[in-house]
């Protein structure tokens, strides 16, 4: 687990089980944090109590990672997926959500209506435009084959919020595989969380389109499920952005790699017991 501010990352790690005025106090006496991240809070939906009004559920959205202060962020809720839109690179810092068995056995059509993200000012985000000729496919992060139960999750899955100039022999390979894979294990174990983006270190990365869309160097997805015992399972895989084809455990590693490599802390809201021990191994045999 990456550890940060003192009180300021706490309070945002568990943003689930505190007020949402403990968060706003916590933000403001931040110096490393200006007031948008705590509209960012609010762009959560949470109510008063730290409750989540857009989930009737009321549950704590383990899939979300602490919120982000070293770059731009811009927290956007979809039906079926949340979104960290980065303005400045124009593809997404993360997207995160919970799979359900019942959402793999939807019936609904692939749209393939590709389009701008309504909630991203219209130049911050790709257009069909940018990728025509680029020679890279628009790839998903959250799936279309995970959003088959909802016609506005489909069409919301499109939006270029969610896409990543991805090269297609990724994009139809070993990225498919996993997304296979992590359909699978939604079957298996009912439900699992999912976190997934772009890699980016190169000081000035390849860009496609009029709008400057960013091309990654690489590409993460970290999974995590609680059993039946309690006992919290992760694991992470990495995939540099080139042609490969190689079985999926030999992109796999810790959880804990993969925050060192993005500078994201995931699962941030499980105890911290639990979190560090499910984030500092692996074992490829517990998702089979």
Known sequence: MIKKAIGLLAGIAIIGGVSFDQIQNILSRSEQVTSKAIEQAKSLGLDKKGTDKKSSS?????????FLTDRPEEVIWHDGYTVSFNRRTKIP???AWELTKDRTEGTVGRSDDFQPDP???KGSTAEDSDYRGS???RGHMCPAADNKYSEQAMTECFYFSNMCPQLHSLNGGDWKELEEKCRKWARKYENIYIVCGPIVYSSYPKTIGQNKITVPDAFYKVIMRQDNDGKAKGIGYVFKHKKQNKPLKEYAVSIDEVEKLTGIDFFSKLPDDVEDKMEASFNVYDWQ
């Open 58 to 66: 009321k549950k704590m959205r383990l899939e979300i990672p602490a």
């Open 93 to 95: 810092n993360w997207v």
């Open 119 to 121: 909630d991203v000012k």
């Open 135 to 137: 020679g890279y496919d």
